[in-house]
Every structure is written in C-alpha cells, then in structure tokens.
C-alpha cells in the first residue's frame, strides 16, 4: 500500500525537508478554518437578513413619503417589527435544514422552489402572530402587500450574489473547503482523478489511500490480512491528517471488500461516503429514500404525486378556459382566413403519444395545404406546402391555440414536453437514450424546451437530444411556479420564437 502516488494538481510533497514542512503544514487542519467557515456561512445568512430588513425600510419610508405629514424615525418604523419575525423564521429554518453549509453552498445554486415556499411558511407565521397578539391593525396593509411582493425577489438576487461570490472564494486551496481523503484501488482512485478538478469539486484532496488488488491467486485467508493490513495504515493516515470526509472509490460490486472499508473507516471522525462510480454525477439530487421498509437510493422522483397532479390540473383547466373564452374572437378570425386562403379544413389533427404512451388526436389550426392520402413528412424552413396564412401562424405560435382543446380535455398540460408525430416518437426512442421519459408527464402546449429555442425540425440526433435534455430537467424539476415561468416566457421571450417558419 501506498500514499504518495498524488497527481501534480494535487500538490505532490517535494523533497526539501523545509517545503514537506509547509507542505504538510497546509494539509493538517488550521485552529482558523472552523472560524473561516462559520464566517462564510454567517455572511450568507446576514445577506438574507439585509435583504429582507432592506425592503422593509425602503417600503415603509416610501410610504410615509407619499402619506405621511411629519418625518418618521427609524425606531418608529414598524416593518422592522415585521422584517425581524421574517428574518427570524427564514435564517432558523434555513439553519436547521444546512443551506447555509458551505458545501450546500459550494453544490449550486440556490433551490428557489424551497426559497419561496420557506417565504409563504414565514409569511403565514407573521399572520398567526399578528392575530394570535392582535397587532395586525398595527401594519398598514400596502407596506405589508408590497413587502411580501417585493421581498422574495430581492432575497432570491441577494442570496444569488452572495452565493456566486463565496463559491469563487472557495478555491480548491482555501482553507474553509471541505478537507477530503480517498481510499480505493489505483485504477478507480486514477479515473477520479482523471474526470474531476479539485477548484471544480469546491473541495480539497488532503490525502490517498491505495488498496492493493489482491493476487487472483492468493487464498482467502492471505487477501484478508492483505486488505486488513492496507486498511490499517489508511485508517492511520486519516487519524493523522483529520480530514472531514472520507470517500470509499471501492466498486461496490466487491460487497465483501465494502464492507470491510465502512467497518474501518466508521471508527474514525469523519464523514463517510461511498461513491459507485461515475453513475451519482448523472442524477445530482439522489438521495436516500424508503418505502414501506425497503431502502434504496432514488435516482429519479415520481413525476407527480397526486397533490401535483390535483394543483397543475386545476390551473390548466382554469387557464385554458379563460384562454378560450378570450380568444374566441381571434379563434373566429383565424378560422375564416385559413378557410379564404386555401381549401381544406380548419383544423389539422394528428394522432400524438400522451401519458404513458397512450395516443390521442392532437388539435392544430391547418397551416399546410391538404392532401389526400399524403404520407407524414416533417416540414421544413421554406416547404412549399405552408400557406401563406400558415406560415404566419407559425411564426407566431398561433397554430398551437387549438389544443387548449386538448387541455380541457385532459389529454394535455399548458405546460409540458412538446408531442410529437408517433414516427417520429419511435425512431428517436430507439436512437436517444431515456428519449421515452418524455412521456411520463403529459404532453403541453408549450415547454421548456421550446423557451429555450429548442423547436422546429429536428434533422439530426443532436438537435433532438438537447430537446430531450430540457424536457427531462422540466420532469425532474417540476413546480407550479415553474410552469408560470414557462407560460410567461412563452409569450415574451425571444427565444421561444426561434426556429419557427
């Protein structure tokens, strides 16, 4: 076994006597480290309090500008009554869930979806103490009204900047990184080395363990003292250096040899992780889960449970027959200028794959000229079988208007992976890999991946597959705040409208 065998981005420990003293110097924890990181947490939950007590002041001053007689003093300012109970919950529960954790930090981005329910969790806290104390006549309900609204956006910004900041200060040599020792055989331990950068992971490599690959040869008695013996020194190393976690690279279809890795490192105080390969950085938000008695790793949610399915149902129903009772009109007029532009029928339908696969009639104002008998073919920029009317419907999404229809129905979402012809469907479920995913939501009007310009023909496996990729992280992603955000883009971004002739 053997520990020095560290790749140069690693900082191998030089020969001069004096620099393998700085060296291991700087591998062994700093008495500042734990305040360093305390500091980093701490100034990201203070943005959080800024941000929120910010808003405040600036609401309330605005309003006994605009309403007010006399000057008003900051201690006379009630939002800072409400901006404390708001901070209060908001940093409590952020505390006690770790999202001020440097490596929550240092993971991504900020979860908006949990920001705004935490938000709507501390603004019912206000209301239940407001009336439990009977002070909620104390509060003018503009300043309160307008701090709700404005407070989240100004939260989401300031935690997003402050985030992106202490993650660029959280350089692989920093001392409030994550302090990280390997353990496994030489081939895994050179691959994690091959595939990974230290300043990327927002950790730091402080040491390795190499396992010897037993000798095939060798009797069970002899690979068990070869491995104990290994297993031994490592745990040494680790004692000595004191790093935060420890990761196992051991495969784990060598259950026997995992085993024995868990049983020796759980003696030592440090986190432990074991990491099957390459498979965790392909799902990201895995994590452990149970059901009933039975635990596994969940690499993929259900796409909806049924309070999701119940939410997203009533807003589609909701939005699709306001829609249709507003564009009746606009409907009316398209209809006629399709009939006067070209003979045929006003709609086109099309069978599409739905939920699960099940085909249903999908409805279309009719921008091609009819055929009969004609066999399915994709259009393309500048087809001559596009209308003149067509053409303009197309441009502006205004053919896809039909299949509100197919909301009300229930065979579609406002919001959802686009359908497509079914020969389309089985020719690129054959070829793309998780291409049928798309299918365990229903089908929408608009997605993801079309406000991303993801739309149009699709001539070759790439321009699938990164519409593919959106669909599949609108699935994994799913909220009803980001379906609202879809069905604004939709409208207003410019994006949405690329590729569409």
């Given at each position: 076994m053997f520990h020095e065998r560290v790749p140069q981005a690693y900082q191998p420990l030089p020969t001069s006597a004096e620099r393998r003293r700085s060296v291991w110097t700087a591998l062994l924890p700093r008495r500042s480290r734990g305040l360093a990181r305390i500091a980093l947490s701490a100034s990201v939950a203070l943005a959080d309090v800024a941000a929120i007590v910010a808003v405040a002041l600036l609401v309330e001053f605005a309003y006994?500008?605009?309403?007010?007689?006399?000057?008003?003093?900051?201690?006379?300012?009630?939002?800072?009554?409400?901006?404390?109970?708001?901070?209060?919950?908001?940093?409590?529960?952020?505390?006690?869930?770790?999202?001020?954790?440097?490596?929550?930090?240092?993971?991504?981005?900020?979860?908006?979806?949990?920001?705004?329910?935490?938000?709507?969790?501390?603004?019912?806290g206000v209301l239940v103490v407001g009336f439990l104390t009977k002070t909620t006549n104390d509060y003018s309900r503009l300043v309160s009204v307008s701090v709700f609204l404005l407070g989240l956006p100004a939260l989401a910004l300031t935690r997003a900047a402050v985030t992106r900041r202490v993650r660029e200060g959280l350089k692989a040599g920093s001392a409030p990184v994550s302090r990280v020792h390997l353990v496994g055989y030489e081939d895994d331990i050179a691959r994690f080395y091959a595939g990974n950068e230290a300043a990327d992971l927002g950790l730091r490599v402080v040491g390795t363990s190499y396992l010897r690959r037993p000798d095939p040869g060798a009797d069970a008695a002899s690979r068990h003292e070869q491995l104990q013996e290994d297993l031994d020194l490592a745990v040494s190393v680790v004692r000595f250096l004191r790093p935060d976690d420890v990761f196992v690279l051991v495969p784990w279809v060598e259950t026997a040899e995992v085993e024995r890795c868990i049983d020796a490192f759980l003696r030592v105080p440090a986190a432990l992780h074991l990491r099957p390969g390459t498979v965790l950085d392909r799902f990201p938000d895995m994590q452990v889960a149970r059901v009933g008695r039975l635990s596994g790793i969940n690499i993929g949610r259900r796409p909806l449970n049924f309070g999701e399915v119940v939410i997203k149902r009533v807003l589609d129903l909701t939005l699709a027959a306001i829609a249709l009772l507003a564009l009746a009109p606009l409907l009316a007029v398209i209809a006629l200028l399709i009939k006067l532009d070209s003979p045929g029928p006003v709609f086109?339908?099309?069978?599409?794959?739905?939920?699960?696969?099940q085909p249903f009639g999908v409805f279309k104002f009719r921008s091609m000229r009819a055929e009969q008998n004609a066999v399915f073919r994709q259009a393309t920029r500048g087809d001559s079988r596009i209308t003149r009317i067509g053409a303009i419907l197309r441009r502006t999404n205004l053919d896809e208007l039909p299949q509100l229809l197919n909301v009300v129905k229930g065979e579609m979402s406002l919001v959802g992976p686009r359908?497509?012809?079914?020969?389309?469907?089985?020719?690129?479920?054959?070829?793309?890999?998780?291409?049928?995913?798309?299918?365990?939501?229903?089908?929408?009007?608009?997605?993801?991946?079309?406000?991303?310009?993801?739309?149009?023909?699709?001539?070759?496996?790439?321009?699938?597959?990164?519409?593919?990729?959106h669909d599949l992280h609108y699935i994994d992603n799913w909220s009803i705040w980001f379906d609202i955000q879809i069905m604004i883009q939709t409208v207003i971004s410019r994006r949405a409208y690329r590729n569409a002739f």
């Open positions: 006994f500008l605009m309403f007010a007689d006399a000057p008003v003093w900051v201690t006379e300012v009630r939002g800072l009554h409400l901006a404390g109970l708001l901070s209060l919950v908001i940093v409590a529960t952020n505390a006690l869930r770790e999202e001020y954790g440097l490596d929550v930090i240092a993971a991504g981005k900020p979860n908006l979806q949990r920001m705004v329910s935490l938000w709507l969790v501390a603004w019912a086109f339908r099309q069978k599409r794959y739905g939920f699960n696969q359908p497509h012809a079914l020969a389309h469907d089985r020719s690129f479920e054959r070829r793309i890999a998780l291409y049928a995913r798309r299918h365990n939501v229903k089908p929408g009007i608009t997605g993801w991946a079309q406000v991303n310009g993801f739309r149009g023909e699709t001539q070759t496996d790439a321009a699938m597959q990164g519409r593919v990729e």
